[in-house]
């Protein structure tokens, strides 16, 4: 499954709002009815870390300025105020299918 | 708490052989399916290969089917990749990380050179 990220590249204004879309080329509903789509994002010399899991779900932790939404093969992940910490990469991925793929990441940068 | 450390990377030749362990804490090993993740310098994240909760199954990138083989021990609640016949294009940041991403480890760089 090919995960498309758009755009790979996002100046933003402090405290205003950005949004990532992830597109997959085959839909990501599961058998189960679950929908594995999951965002991370990732600083410079870190891992990365998980933001959203099935599509919707804030990890503990995580600010609720974070949001995730989209269904089928249609994702995106919105940060309504971008902060300075919001800074870096990036990526959806999806565990639905096998072998788990993720996009070519997002390039979150301040203006 | 929880940690994932991982270990056992280094400088290898190409045609050469490394073994990755991942030593996990904090969560319970054994219910949760586990993966491999490359980030090669300056690129994307790559998912190389995952095993599931038992071991009895193992799923592979194209790229490394033949070359790499995941395993684990629930026993040391520990995870592995061995890897053989390294190429340049293998040269990355080595993670281990819960199948569905929800814990990492620290990265292990592995760089394949002559």
């Known amino acids: 499954v090919v995960m498309t990220q758009s755009p790979l590249s996002l100046p933003v204004t402090l405290g205003q709002p950005a949004s990532i879309s992830c597109r997959s080329s085959q839909s990501l509903v599961s058998s189960d009815g679950n929908t594995y789509l999951n965002w991370f994002h990732q600083r410079p010399g870190q891992s990365p870390r998980r933001l959203i899991y099935?599509?919707?779900n804030r990890d503990s932790g995580v600010p609720d300025r974070f949001s995730g939404s989209g269904s089928g093969t249609d994702f995106t992940l919105r940060i309504s105020r971008v902060e300075a910490e919001d800074v870096g990469v990036y990526y959806c991925m999806q565990h639905t299918h096998w072998p788990h793929t993720f996009g070519q990441g997002t390039r979150v940068e301040i203006k | 708490e929880v940690q994932l450390v991982d270990s056992g990377g280094g400088l290898v030749q190409p045609g050469g052989s490394l073994r990755l362990s991942c030593e996990v804490s904090?969560?319970?090993?054994?219910?949760?399916?586990m993966s491999w993740v490359r980030q090669a310098p300056g690129k994307g994240l790559e998912c190389v290969a995952s095993?599931?909760?038992?071991?009895?199954?193992?799923y592979y990138v194209d790229s490394v089917k033949g070359r790499f083989t995941i395993s684990r021990d629930n026993a040391k609640n520990s995870l592995y990749l061995q890897m053989n016949s390294l190429r340049a294009e293998d040269t990355a940041v080595y993670y281990c990380?819960?199948?569905?991403?929800?814990?990492w480890g620290q990265g292990t760089l592995v760089t394949v050179s002559s």
């Open positions: 904090g969560f319970t090993f054994s219910t949760n399916w």
């Open positions: 990380a819960t199948g569905e991403g929800g814990y």
């Open positions: 095993i599931v909760p038992d071991g009895s199954d193992t």
């Open positions: 099935k599509v919707s």
